[in-house]
């Protein structure tokens, strides 16, 4: 079985329990940083490949001569890329075609295919779509914005913030991005009847850039991402470029906390929200990779 191999084993038993950090106080607030960068290929999308894959496991898909194929312009297809490279498995990522060199280099040393494709998310996903329906004999779509099993191993992340706090947590804020993790984080919250606030950080259109680019056209709308939007239980707060990026430097690359820039944006949602709601006790940001993806090279 692919998925009992020594290497495997050994990398996944370093999947979750990633640290929860002080990052500071505001207010009467206290608030703590999930640093799921330091997942093995340094974002939190290892946990959704990880779920996938033991799904595909189960139900007799997942086999040697297979190829995965999905598409993704960061931090998705890094990690698969390299899952797929610890299973001894061919990995086809189809992305657009101004991906940065940061993830080129990268893919190129996990021995991934790259497939240059459109100039979107979109056109990238009906590609694989394309492809998957010429030859489902030679590929798996993991197809991860419309994959149940992707939630799956967020409900740890949630248990591990919970415990970590002695069940002692207000709120939790994430961007919203596939809308996976905050799925399945959720999914947990309510199978324990806990009353925390789950909050979905997302961007507002800022000429000046973005950080993970949910509102561009052309992004592929997961269906997590549209369920939670219409989710009364989830507040959407939304930040900006502008407004978060300054955070960054000043705030947790100068703290030592080397996150990627998107952390920045849920940071600055966060404490805007803690001073216009009034939030108080622990609240807990999901900070998705490491510093270095989604920076342009």
């Not at 050994?10 to 990633?18: A, D, E, F, K, M």
């Not at 740890?156 to 970590?164: G, Q, S, V």
């Not at 920045?264 to 001073?275: D, M």
């Amino acid at each position: 079985m692919l998925l009992e191999s020594p290497l495997f084993q050994q990398l996944v038993s370093r999947v979750g329990n990633t640290p929860l950090v002080k990052w500071g106080d505001v207010d009467g607030a206290t608030i703590w940083l999930k640093l799921e960068g330091q997942n093995p290929s340094g974002s939190l999308k290892d946990r959704h490949v990880i779920g996938i894959l033991r799904d595909l496991n189960e139900r007799g898909i997942l086999a040697p001569e297979k190829e995965f194929i999905d598409t993704s312009s960061g931090s998705y297809a890094s990690a698969l890329a390299m899952w797929g490279a610890v299973l001894g498995m061919k990995v086809n990522i189809v992305t657009r075609e101004t991906i940065e060199n940061t993830y080129k280099l990268y893919f190129d040393y996990v021995g991934a295919n790259l497939i240059l494709h459109g100039t979107n998310n979109a056109a990238g996903h009906e590609h694989c779509k394309c492809l998957y329906e010429d030859c489902p004999e030679k590929y798996i779509f993991t197809d991860q914005m419309n994959n149940k099993a992707a939630a799956n191993e967020h409900q740890n992340t949630a248990k591990e913030i919970l415990d970590t706090l002695d069940g002692d947590v207000a709120a939790i804020f994430t961007n919203l991005g596939s809308g996976a993790n905050l799925a399945g984080m959720k999914a947990h919250v309510d199978t324990i009847g806990h009353g925390l606030q789950m909050y979905a950080v997302t961007q507002a259109k800022d000429a000046a850039g973005s950080f993970v680019g949910t509102w561009k056209e052309g992004y592929v709308k997961s269906f997590y991402a549209e369920s939670i939007k219409a989710d009364p239980s989830i507040r959407e707060v939304q930040t900006s470029y502008s407004a978060g990026l300054p955070l960054w430097k000043e705030h947790l690359l100068s703290k030592g906390f080397t996150v990627g820039q998107a952390t920045s944006g849920a940071l600055e949602a966060a404490i805007r929200t803690i001073k216009s709601d009034g939030l108080e006790g622990n609240i807990v940001l999901l900070s998705g990779n490491q510093y270095g993806w989604n920076v342009p090279a």
